[in-house]
């Protein structure tokens, strides 16, 4: 079974705080993880990608995966009101054949 | 030239009516996607082209209908659609069909009266 699942919040944090989202996949071979991010109304616009395990950075967003665990995350520091959307993860499973399959997504909202 | 171009932005249908929507984009890629988002829901895969071919058909009902042209060009094909069939429908293309970016179109929003 293909699965991506998300907590669909609504994930609330102060201005200038740290928002952690996360993301758990069911397919252990998959190899591609990507961020998305959603205003209402808008499609999806993404925002990291990451291959293998650890870290990677990009301003001030910080992409983790664990493959062992099955596990992605996304961190957003000094988080703005701008960043106020909902955040999809979405995994290239090859249970899936050969596109994305995406999480139902999870709302954050950042408070000034 | 934006590089995922959907049109129209918004349709409303009669559940008798044929409409298209259309999808160019403009960014070299190999493979083009049609995406359906309904509320609540998680961006669900309808097709996949690669190269102009269909390599994906993800148990859509039969009323929605692809073509793929050519690579740059994807068209959605409707058809006496349900009411539970609006909903935001997504264009997508990636370099290729396997561990790449995929990047949207702005959406045809989809209503069926």
């Known amino acids: 079974q293909k699965e991506v699942e998300q907590n669909s919040g609504p994930l609330s944090v102060p201005e200038g705080a740290i928002a952690s989202l996360n993301c758990t996949y069911s397919d252990r071979v998959s190899q591609s993880f990507f961020w998305y991010r959603q205003y209402s109304g808008k499609s999806p616009e993404l925002i990291m990608s990451?291959?293998?395990?650890g870290d990677k950075e990009d301003g001030r967003f910080t992409a983790q995966l664990n493959k062992a665990s099955q596990y992605v995350s996304l961190l957003i520091r000094d988080s703005q009101p701008s960043d106020s959307a909902t955040y999809l993860c979405a995994v290239n499973m090859r249970q899936a054949g050969t596109a994305l399959i995406f999480g139902k997504g999870t709302t954050l909202s950042v408070s000034s | 030239e934006t590089g995922v171009t959907q049109t129209p932005r918004h349709l409303v249908m009669g559940m008798t009516n044929k409409k298209s929507l259309k999808c160019e984009q403009h960014?070299?890629?190999?493979?083009m996607y049609w995406y359906k988002q309904s509320a609540k829901k998680p961006l669900e895969l309808m097709f996949v082209?690669?190269?102009?071919?269909?390599?994906e058909n993800n148990s859509v009902p039969s009323r929605f209908s692809p073509e793929c042209p050519n690579s740059s060009h994807l068209f959605l094909h409707l058809h006496t659609l349900q009411p539970e069939d609006s909903a935001l429908y997504l264009c997508?293309?990636?370099?290729?069909?396997?561990?790449?970016?995929?990047?949207f179109g702005q959406g045809t929003r989809l209503t069926v009266v």
């Open positions: 082209y690669n190269f102009k071919e269909q390599t």
């Open positions: 990451i291959y293998s395990n």
């Open positions: 960014l070299g890629h190999n493979a």
């Open positions: 997508a293309s990636s370099q290729e069909v396997l561990q790449a970016e995929a990047f």
